[in-house]
T-cell receptor, first 114, second 115 residues
Framework: GDSVTQMEGPVTLSEEAFLTINCTYT??????LFWYVQYPGEGLQLLLK?????DKGSNKGFEATYRKETTSFHLEKGSVQVSDSAVYFCALSDRSNAGNMLTFGGGTRLMVKP | DTGVSQDPRHKITKRGQNVTFRCDPI?????LYWYRQTLGQGPEFLTY????????KSRLLSDRFSAERPKGSFSTLEIQRTEQGDSAMYLC?????????????FGQGTRLTVV
């Protein structure tokens, strides 16, 4: 079945540091890939997405590139802020499944210190 | 539109009791999903509706769980004879339609604690 593996946290960085959160996936079909973010006390929000190989999703300074050859979708940001502290979830939606439900990774907590 | 709304936000119940959660999706979103998230884990799919039809259920959804979406608008998730293992955050999401590119919008969840 489909699965998503992402690096365990917590990841602790100083403000303005470079961020990478690794994500790899296994899918039977040709998935769309997503990063969701969960800020403290809030619901999951879509951060960015990519629907085909070599697509780059970007939003709020974050970006991730759909790498089919390595089955990866790593999240990066050049300079993190304290307000980026949250839990980040990598997810896929397998287009072979009519319901388009999401399969999530375990989440990575990011803590940014001033 | 205020987004996906879930009620209650928190529920504490004794083992063996029944509980019911409600989800109000974004208006005109015809797909509605239920997920369960345990502490430190990512959300896991439970079931989804296309309008009022429940089209798929995960093997995680035991016989004690039932979900409805009677008029294709709000949905309820009921857990009968709760067990301590049911303690989790129950998330509802809605999306406007078909297609793997369609964004799912999540509610803030209902946190269930079974004591």
């Amino acid at each position: 079945g489909d699965s998503v593996t992402q690096m365990e946290g917590p990841v602790t960085l100083s403000e303005e540091a470079f961020l990478t959160i690794n994500c790899t996936y296994t899918a039977t079909g040709y998935p769309s890939l997503f990063w969701y973010v969960q800020y403290p006390g809030e619901g999951l929000q879509l951060l960015l997405k990519a629907t085909k190989a070599d697509d780059k999703g970007s939003n709020k300074g974050f970006e991730a590139t759909y790498r089919k050859e390595t089955t990866s979708f790593h999240l990066e940001k050049g300079s993190v802020q304290v307000s980026d502290s949250a839990v980040y979830f990598c997810a896929l939606s397998d287009r072979s499944n009519a319901g388009n439900m999401l399969t999530f990774g375990g989440g990575t907590r990011l803590m940014v210190k001033p | 539109d205020t987004g996906v709304s879930q009620d209650p936000r928190h529920k504490i119940t004794k083992r063996g009791q029944n509980v019911t959660f409600r989800c109000d999706p974004i208006s005109e979103h015809n797909r509605l999903y239920w997920y369960r998230q345990t502490l430190g884990q990512g959300p896991e799919f439970l079931t989804y509706f296309q309008n009022e039809a429940q089209l798929e259920k995960s093997r995680l959804l035991s016989d004690r769980f039932s979900a409805e979406r009677p008029k294709g608008s709000f949905s309820t998730l009921e857990i009968q004879r709760t067990e301590q293992g049911d303690s989790a955050m129950y998330l509802c999401a809605s999306s406007p339609g078909q297609g793997a590119n369609t964004e799912a919008f999540f509610g803030q969840g209902t946190r269930l604690t079974v004591v």
